[in-house]
């Protein structure tokens, strides 16, 4: 336990360098990921035309099927190695769980309340701000946290395309035989996982009050 940690200390830098680039690369991705499907959700609610509603989350049920390793692969000819195709990679995982659930919390809200409030004039875009978007809060952020966790855990891979990462650690220690570089890098990832997914749930919790609650008061 001594050895481990004097390993901490001589190699902190380095530590929180990769620690760093790890959660920003998660964090692009999500950001990214949450700005394309929650538009894309609300759009298909409203769209008229059902096969194109099938096709959209066929495509996107067909990305979460595809390897990891196989689509960093894919990509590294189109957008060469480093950041930009991680990010890409990642991104395209994140879109299913948030396009569905913002999908499905759209879709729950009562219908009489929305014809309620069609009723006092409400208009469409002020239907979605309004009201359907604050209610679809806990539905939208269930699937940010759960994509959140994935996407820190996957982005370990992003390494094997020069992104950096915790995932360094691992490779450089798996390389090396040095096990305190392995045990840090993974050990970092989980714990980066439960303090994102906790940090997200706090935020989950006081958008629901401040907006969901308060719009049910008010229809």
Request: proline share 4%; no cysteine; glycine share 10%.
């Amino acid at each position: 336990m001594l050895a481990y940690w004097s390993f901490l200390q001589e190699r902190y830098a380095d530590i929180l360098h990769a620690l760093g680039q790890h959660l920003a690369i998660s964090l692009t991705a999500i950001v990214l990921g949450t700005v394309l499907a929650v538009p894309l959700g609300i759009a298909l609610v409203y769209n008229q035309i059902r096969w194109i509603n099938g096709s959209v989350f066929f495509v996107a049920n067909l990305l979460q099927t595809v390897p990891s390793l196989a689509l960093l692969a894919v990509l590294i000819p189109l957008m060469g190695i480093g950041t930009k195709p991680a990010v890409v990679a990642l991104l395209l995982y994140t879109i299913m769980p948030i396009l569905r659930n913002t999908y499905d919390g759209f879709e729950s809200v009562d219908r009489n309340v929305l014809e309620s409030a069609r009723g006092m004039g409400y208009g469409t875009m002020q239907r979605i701000l309004l009201i359907q978007l604050p209610l679809s809060v806990p539905y939208i952020m269930s699937g940010v946290r759960v994509t959140m966790v994935y996407i820190i855990s996957w982005a370990t891979l992003a390494t094997l395309i020069g992104a950096g990462g915790l995932g360094q650690l691992i490779v450089s220690g798996m390389a090396v035989n040095k096990p305190e570089l392995i045990v840090t890098g993974a050990l970092g990832s989980i714990l980066l996982a439960l303090l994102v997914d906790w940090l997200l749930g706090l935020l989950e919790k006081w958008l629901t009050v401040r907006y969901g609650g308060a719009k049910r008061m008010t229809i």
